[in-house]
């Protein structure tokens, strides 16, 4: 399987929250990303979480990680229609400088 | 312009041609990437480098190649272009310490006739 899983879309209205889950398989992971792109630009970074994190929160996004499952989740708070996008799950190995990204989830938002 | 650019931002040409694309970071960072973005592939990694000079193959290198001689610049070349290289190209950079966060450019949308 890939090393990095994600469900390829996600539909929510406007105003509701929208969690985007990721599951990775090496535990060694240290670093864990969200990565946004919107269409026709390049991936732009949201928010990263150390591995000895539980939960990091910015603003309207909250980020959880649960190291024993290895599944990382991305919650938007009141999402918007300028949130609809594609979120990439990223993780880098200890040591290493190079990231694998998952195959991206699109959110699409509608009022 | 500060932060990372490509160019051109769009590109078509024909198999068998030569063709390269450029990729320009200003903030001096050591690591820079080449990834292509396919729908139902996701990101893949071509070539990376880790300074000038030194340069290394990603996933699916074969078709490419990349030069470095400055930090601040790293292009890739399509030696011979074939229909399955087009694709949108993005360059990236990052610069330890840190959490090794990647800052992209705007990408090159390529077309192969």
């Known amino acids: 399987g890939e090393d990095v899983e994600q469900s390829l879309f996600l539909s929510v209205r406007e105003g509701d929250s929208s969690v985007i889950n990721c599951t990775y398989t090496d535990s060694s992971s240290t670093y864990l990303y969200w990565y946004k792109q919107e269409p026709g630009a390049g991936l732009q970074l949201l928010t990263y979480i150390f591995s000895n994190m539980d939960m990091k929160q910015d603003q309207r996004l909250t980020v959880l990680l649960n190291k024993k499952d290895k599944h990382l989740s991305l919650r938007i708070a009141d999402t918007q229609t300028g949130d609809s996008a594609i979120y990439f799950c990223a993780e880098s190995k200890r040591g290493s400088y190079i990231p694998t990204f998952g195959r991206g989830t699109s959110l699409i938002v509608h009022p | 312009d500060a932060g990372i650019t490509q160019s051109p931002r769009y590109k078509i040409t024909e198999t068998g041609r030569q063709v390269t694309l450029m990729c320009h970071q200003t903030?001096?960072?050591?690591?820079m990437f080449w990834y292509r973005q396919d729908l139902g592939h996701g990101l893949r990694l071509i070539y990376y480098s880790a300074a000038a000079d030194i340069t290394d193959k990603g996933e699916v290198p074969d078709g490419y190649v990349v030069s470095r001689s400055k930090t601040e610049n790293f292009p890739l070349t399509l030696e011979s272009a074939t229909r399955s290289q087009t694709s949108v190209y993005f360059c990236a950079s990052s610069e330890p310490p840190g959490a090794y966060e990647q800052y992209f450019g705007p990408g090159t949308r390529l077309t192969v006739t």
């Open positions: 903030w001096s960072h050591s690591y």
